[in-house]
């Protein structure tokens, strides 16, 4: 029941959100379609960068453990901001990009 | 090319990311990696450490569970003897220590209770466990560990030589979740199959 209230409560605001950019700011019905496949670059972009972030955090435990000889568990890997800042990093290196095209 | 590429990437992530919150998916993921055997006595209990402990040396949520479900099956007389690890590191007591603490606070004997105060990973415990337990003819454990990380701790207890048996018996499917837990599930298995590949690499399973 609870996961269907959040899709509900999500959908009518995004149906409010449609109507208010149609109606108010002049937003046209046929670029949803692009919004929608921008979002999914950025969302693809930060999942490289998830990628990566994950690569490099393994890559230097393992180094820690078998050059250093300290031992740092993998589990520092295992935290929540570690999405959040990669899809900071594909915010920004996307707006930076859109920047480039735009200039 | 490389933005349709990404803009695929994305979709599916996004996708996945709907299908985990909002449909069983998860669940039947997880039941499916749950190893099962039929819950029966045993010569021991072991409790694999998860999570550590806090800045004041208390023992958190996971660790706690993980504890009172060791804690359970000794008191339901499904092994005499209950082991239990942990994170060696902690500046306020360890891991192991507080449990050992617990354990004995709920009435478990202080000769039944072992602890592993050296592992720092599933394998390390595997092998802790075959050198404590070993010597006093120890063969059949009940392993307590998450369910998505059973496969992994199974296999390797019983390469160490042990017979063992999952703590929750034959798993459950079950369907419930809020979006929030089934994403944390699907963390843990994400999680448990790259440790998997991790130790097939290297050569532990």
Not at chain 2, 103 to 119: H, V, W
Not at chain 2, 130 to 159: H, K, N, S, W, Y
Request: aromatic residues 6%.
């Amino acid at each position: 029941m609870a996961p269907l209230f959040l899709l509900v409560v999500a959908a009518l605001t995004s149906a409010g959100a449609c109507a208010v950019g149609v109606r108010w700011l002049g937003l046209r019905r046929d670029r949803l379609g692009p919004a929608v496949l921008g979002l999914c670059q950025l969302a693809g972009v930060a999942l490289v960068f998830l990628a990566l972030n994950v690569a490099l955090g393994l890559a230097i435990v393992f180094l820690a453990r078998g050059v250093l000889r300290v031992f740092v568990s993998v589990y520092v890997l295992d935290d929540v901001y570690l999405p959040l800042l990669s899809a900071i990093q594909a915010v920004i290196f996307e707006s930076w990009r859109g920047l480039r095209a735009a200039r | 090319m490389a933005v349709r590429a990404l803009r695929l990437v994305g979709a599916v992530g996004i996708g996945l990311l709907l299908a985990v919150g909002f449909t069983p998916l998860v669940n039947v993921v997880s039941y499916w990696m749950a190893p099962s055997r039929a819950l029966a006595p045993a010569q021991a209990i072991v409790v694999l450490g998860r999570g550590g402990v806090n800045d004041r040396g208390e023992l958190n949520g996971a660790s706690l569970f993980g504890l009172m479900e060791g804690v359970d099956l000794y008191r339901r007389g499904l092994a005499p003897l209950l082991l239990v690890s942990g994170s060696p590191s902690g500046t306020h007591g360890t891991e192991v220590e507080r449990r050992a603490d617990v354990s004995r606070e709920c009435g478990i004997p202080d000769q039944a209770i072992l602890t592993m105060t050296s592992a720092r990973t599933t394998h390390d415990e595997a092998q802790g466990a075959r050198t404590i337990l070993g010597p006093r003819g120890v063969r059949r454990v009940i392993l307590v560990t998450d369910g998505q990380a059973m496969g992994r701790a199974m296999a390797l207890f019983e390469r160490a030589g042990f017979d063992v048996i999952p703590s929750y018996g034959a798993p459950v499917l079950q369907w419930g979740g809020t979006p929030e837990a089934r994403l944390g599930v699907m963390k843990r298995v994400v999680i448990e199959a790259a440790a998997s590949l991790y130790y097939r690499l290297a050569g532990y399973l």
